[in-house]
């Protein structure tokens, strides 16, 4: 996957998807390197807000 193509991905994963590579992610994944990682950061730091902290919350536990 490029750079454009993982940047379409993030920016349309729901928070839960986002949270689940968040957490499940192997190390060295290039989604959370470099410039592409600020920006998965940055996307999922906005997502959490939008939802709102419990679907936040509930998205956490539903993902474990």
Not at 9 to 20: K, Q, R
Not at 22 to 38: M, S, T
Request: proline share 2%; hydrophobic share 40%.
């Amino acid at each position: 996957m490029n750079e454009i193509e993982m940047r379409e991905w993030i920016d349309n994963a729901s928070y839960e998807s986002l949270l689940h590579k968040w957490r499940y992610g192997l190390a060295g994944d290039p989604f959370f390197k470099g410039d592409i990682g600020k920006y998965y950061s940055k996307k999922m730091a906005e997502m959490k807000e939008k939802v709102g902290h419990d679907a936040a919350v509930s998205a956490s536990k539903l993902i474990g």
